[in-house]
Structure formats: C-alpha cells, structure tokens
C-alpha cells in the first residue's frame, strides 16, 4: 500500500513536470525567437549576404529592380510599343512574323511558368557565372564553380576537358541562335531572342528543325531537354540596358544579359571567367590562339561602361568577382559575343 501511494506520487510528479515543460517550452522557445528576431532582424534571404538587400545603398537600388521578371512567361510575353519598337530594332528585321503567334507557338512547346519568383528570408540560392575568358586557364575554380547551387554559363563554353578550371556542372547555358550548342538533359537552355525569328527558331530547332539560317547559317536543330527550356524576356533585356548601362552601346553582351539574369534569380553571385587574362588578352579559355585587345571593341557593346558597372556591383559587395590568375582590374564583358549584326 505504502508502495503503491510512493509510485502515484512518483507518477503524479512526472506527469506534472513534463506538463509544465510542454507549457514553457513553447512560450520559451517563442520568447527567444522573438529576441532573435529583433536582435538580427531576417534579410530578404536566407544566405549572408543578400543581392536584393537594398540598405541604404541608393545607387544599387535606383537600378535594381525586383519586379521586372527576367523570364518570359505568356503573360509578361505582351509588350509595351515602346519595348518593342526598341527590341525589334537590335538586329533589324524586315520582315518579323506576328510576335503574338509565335510566342503562342512556343509556349505550346515549352513550359510556361517562372520558376524563381520565390525570393524571401528562407531562400539562399547561390550562383556562379561563368564567362568565357582566358583567365580561367590554370585557375583550378572547377570545384568552387560546381559547388554552387546554380551554374550558368554561356554561348559556346564547354566542360569536357576543362573540369579542373571550369567545373562540369551547367544548369542554365546562355545562349543565342547563332551561338547555340547541344545541351545534356539537366541543363535549361536559356535563349536571348534578339529578333521574333529567333523565337520561331527556337521552335524549329526543339523539332522540326526548317530554319537553318537567320542573318549567319545557324544550328537546325539544338539537343535539350524542352521541360528546362527558358526565354530571356525582352523586357528584362530593355530594363538592363536602360537601368544598368544607362542606354550605353547597342545592346548589352551575353556575359552582361548572363550577370543580370543571375542578380535577379540568385541570392548570391559568384562570378568567374569575365575580364582578360592576366597578360591583358581577350580569348576564350578552349582557345590557344591569343587574340589582341582590339577583340573586345565590338563595336556593338560598351564594355567599358559594363565593366565599371561590374566592378562598382563588387564594391559594393553584391557580387564576388574570380579573377583566375589575374588579379588587377577586371571586365564586365564577355569576349564572347561578336557575330552580331
Ligand atoms: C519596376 O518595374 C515595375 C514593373 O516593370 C514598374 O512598374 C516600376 O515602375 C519599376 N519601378 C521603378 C522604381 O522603376
Ligand atoms: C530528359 O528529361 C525528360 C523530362 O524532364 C524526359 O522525359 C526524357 O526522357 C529525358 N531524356 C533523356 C534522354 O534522358
Ligand atoms: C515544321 O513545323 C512547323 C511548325 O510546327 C510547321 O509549320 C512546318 O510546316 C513544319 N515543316 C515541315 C517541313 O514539316
Ligand atoms: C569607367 O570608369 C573609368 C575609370 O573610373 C572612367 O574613366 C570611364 O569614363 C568609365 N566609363 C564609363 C563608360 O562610364
């Protein structure tokens, strides 16, 4: 009987307790997260450092801005006059099929649906771009490249045989008609229309493959997983060469389009391959033959004026800028864009 009231006892006591405990774990836990909360208030993401954190930063945020998506959708694909006026004229087309049409076109092919608007305190999206330049010769950034969440690359760059400098993952390739290459399935291919033909040739090459040629004889049929393909929206394009390079040259590179895509998409940009060498060369880094500074007066871009926007984006710590083996200076541009109009 003694014993039996001892174990009640022993019962009732325990039970009380972790009454108690449940009650107060919750408030305490609470409580703390409070003080948390207002002792680190939460950023616009979840990683270290933010891309869209804005602070007190006015230059950054008179042209950074989050609501002009980068990635055509059916809905964001209708244009003002303006932006299409303006699109239209880059590469001068004659005779443009109807815009409306063709974009119903592809979006009968391909998804419809941004896939990044999902920004917010529990988001930490890391990125790494990668340009084209000579400077990742030797530079060894293959697993640092890789070990980002995102790898985006451009145009003709290729992994095979290059890993150790340039890694061998890619999950979005940048590219355009007459710069186009296969694709493995994991990767999304990411076109920067410059004209309403490229859009029509987008369609061709995911499958039939009639269009061979725009201004210069292009790929009839480019290798890609059609789920992951993405289009480079013309009114992003318009808002980067306004907002960020002030009007400045014809149109910005794809190494500039590529950066931008990136600090809109990403929480954290890495970026790697862009600028010369450290002899002051522009080439691609899968090119022997070293090309001599006269490469990079395109004619079409302002590399200057991307470079300094670049570099001023690093200053103000928005993006980390790997220079390979050269570590003076650096340049926005990617040497990677001739063979425009
Ligand atoms: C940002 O973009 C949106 C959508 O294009 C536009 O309505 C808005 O005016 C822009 N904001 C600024 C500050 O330019
Ligand atoms: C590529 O991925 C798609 C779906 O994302 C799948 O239907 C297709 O079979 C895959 N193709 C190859 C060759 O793995
Ligand atoms: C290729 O596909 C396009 C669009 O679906 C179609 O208009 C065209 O007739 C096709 N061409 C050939 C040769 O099949
Ligand atoms: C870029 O920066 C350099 C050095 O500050 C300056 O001389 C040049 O005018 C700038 N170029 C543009 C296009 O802003």
């Known amino acids: 009987m003694f014993l039996k009231h001892r174990t009640l006892v022993l019962v009732f006591t325990a039970v009380s307790f972790s009454t108690l405990l449940l009650t107060f774990r919750d408030p ?5 997260r409070y003080a948390a909360a207002r002792l680190f208030p939460r950023g616009p993401c979840g990683c270290r450092r933010c891309v869209a954190a804005l602070r007190d930063d006015a230059w950054f945020s008179q042209r950074f801005n989050q609501s002009v998506q980068p990635l055509m959708t059916r809905e964001n694909s209708v244009l ?13 087309e004659r005779h443009p099929a109807s815009y409306p049409l063709v974009v119903d076109q592809l979006f009968q092919l391909i998804p419809d649906q941004d896939r990044y608007q999902d920004a917010g305190p529990d988001r930490c999206r890391t990125c790494s771009v990668v ?8 530079s060894g950034y293959g697993a640092l490249i890789d070990s980002r969440d995102l790898v985006i690359r451009m145009n003709k760059a290729p992994t095979r045989g290059f890993q150790d400098d340039v890694g061998t993952r890619t999950t979005h390739h940048v590219m355009y008609p007459e710069s186009a290459v296969d694709l493995d399935n994991d990767t999304s291919l990411v076109l ?6 490229d859009l029509q040739w987008l369609v061709s090459a995911l499958t039939n493959g009639t269009i061979q040629r725009t201004y210069l004889p292009v790929k009839s049929k480019v290798q890609a997983n059609r789920e992951k393909v993405l289009v480079y929206s013309p009114t992003f394009f318009k808002y980067v060469h306004e907002s960020w390079l002030e009007g400045r040259g014809r149109y910005p590179s794809t190494g500039f389009l590529s950066l931008m895509l990136a600090l809109h998409i990403c929480d954290e940009v890495s970026v790697f391959g862009f600028g010369s ?3 002051g060369n522009w080439h691609h880094y899968w090119e022997t033959n070293v090309l001599s500074g006269a490469f990079r007066l395109t004619g079409v871009h302002d590399g200057d004026m991307e470079s300094n926007v670049t570099l001023l984006l690093e200053d103000r710590d928005k993006i980390q800028m790997f220079r390979g083996q050269r570590d003076t200076g650096g340049q926005g541009q990617d ?5 425009t109009t």
Do not use: H
Not at 28 to 32: D, T
Not at 131 to 138: A, V
């Open 28 to 32: 305490g836990a609470y409580l703390l």
């Open 80 to 92: 003002t006059e303006d932006t299409f006026t303006w699109w239209q004229w880059l590469q001068a």
């Open 131 to 138: 340009g084209n330049s000579g400077n990742l010769k030797g």
């Open 192 to 197: 920067v229309p410059f004209k309403t033909l």
């Open 277 to 279: 060498d450290q002899y």
């Open 335 to 339: 040497p990677d864009v001739q063979g």
